[in-house]
Every structure is written in C-alpha cells, then in structure tokens.
C-alpha cells in the first residue's frame, strides 16, 4: 500500500472498518494535531499500534488545529503532517477531520480499542467520547507521554535558539 492509499476520507475508512471487522481484526484509534512529529508521536503510534491489529489515525484538519492550539498552529500542513503519519509502519490509515472532537469519527468507525497520549487522565480526557466509547464495549486505554516530548517544547527550543543569535 503507498503512502497515499493510507490517507482515507472517513467513508472509505468505515468500508475498510467494516470489511477488517468481518475478519475479526480489532480497530485501534487515536486521533490529535500530530504537528512537528517527534520522537515521542512515534513511540505513542507503536504502543497503540500493539493494543489491536490494525491503527487508524484521525488528524486534526489545519483549521481544527488553529482552534485547539492557537492562529500560529499548525506548523505544518495536514496534507504533510497526514503523509508524515501515513510512512509509519505502526498507522494503518489517516483520516483528516475538521470538528473540534473525534466523536462524529468514533461514531462512524467503531473501534475496539481507543487510545489518548498520557497528559490526560480518564477524568479529563473529552467525557462525550470516553462514555460513547464504553457505551458500545470499547475500551479506552491512555498511553504516557515520553517525557520531555512536546510539540510545544520543540517551538519554544527553537523560538529560543533563535533569539539567542540576536
């Protein structure tokens, strides 16, 4: 599968579901911004990768992006930042998505298992998600962060470097 065969629009995600479900494979999905990818996205995409058979990945579109973390966000386009996540051998598919919450993507897709990074805790993680997760047999499963690992911490090093060359 290339590259761009991985980065799905939400209908073709739930035909893929659908049809991988059939065969008893167990969907695991995460979604987030997955701007400036670091070390510490990679290491949280294999361990989520572990917890089924196959990873779907739902990216933040660059509005939703601008909404969550602010006008200067993203750094990097959702069509790099999707192929970017779509090389990894742990994602199995991306899909682009503009609302402010996954839930409408968890809703269509289903999946067995759903996973968010460690700066959350099950009581402040997105409550509407958590409970329709649980409501259908899905499991939530909170993944720690690597610490010393942020989008943020990348930009502010390197707002910092630069302001040193002054």
């Known amino acids: 599968m290339s590259l761009n065969d991985k980065i799905v629009s939400r209908e073709?995600?739930?035909?893929?579901?659908?049809?991988?479900?059939?065969?008893?494979?167990?969907?695991?999905?995460?979604n987030g911004c997955f701007d400036l990818l670091h070390?510490?996205?990679?290491?949280?995409?294999?361990?989520?990768?572990?917890?089924g058979d196959y990873l779907v990945v739902g990216l933040n579109s660059d509005s939703s992006v601008s909404a969550i973390k602010g006008p200067s966000r993203p750094i990097v386009n959702e069509t790099e930042r999707a192929q970017l996540l779509a090389a990894?051998?742990?994602?199995?598919?991306?899909?682009?998505?503009?609302?402010?919450?996954?839930?409408?993507?968890?809703?269509?897709?289903?999946?067995?298992?759903f996973v968010k990074g460690g700066d959350y805790t099950k009581a402040t993680m997105?409550?509407?998600?958590?409970?329709?997760?649980?409501?259908?047999?899905?499991?939530?499963?909170?993944?720690?962060?690597?610490?010393?690992?942020s989008t943020t911490r990348?930009?502010?090093?390197?707002?910092?470097?630069?302001?040193d060359k002054r």
């Open 12 to 30: 073709r995600a739930a035909e893929i579901a659908a049809g991988m479900r059939a065969k008893g494979k167990r969907m695991v999905f995460t």
């Open 39 to 51: 070390a510490g996205h990679a290491l949280y995409l294999e361990q989520a990768r572990a917890l």
């Open 88 to 113: 990894l051998s742990s994602v199995a598919l991306v899909v682009i998505f503009s609302e402010p919450t996954s839930e409408a993507l968890l809703d269509l897709l289903r999946p067995e298992v």
């Open 126 to 149: 997105n409550q509407e998600e958590k409970n329709f997760v649980e409501s259908y047999g899905g499991e939530v499963v909170l993944i720690p962060a690597l610490p010393e690992s």
């Open 154 to 163: 990348i930009i502010n090093r390197i707002l910092a470097a630069n302001s």
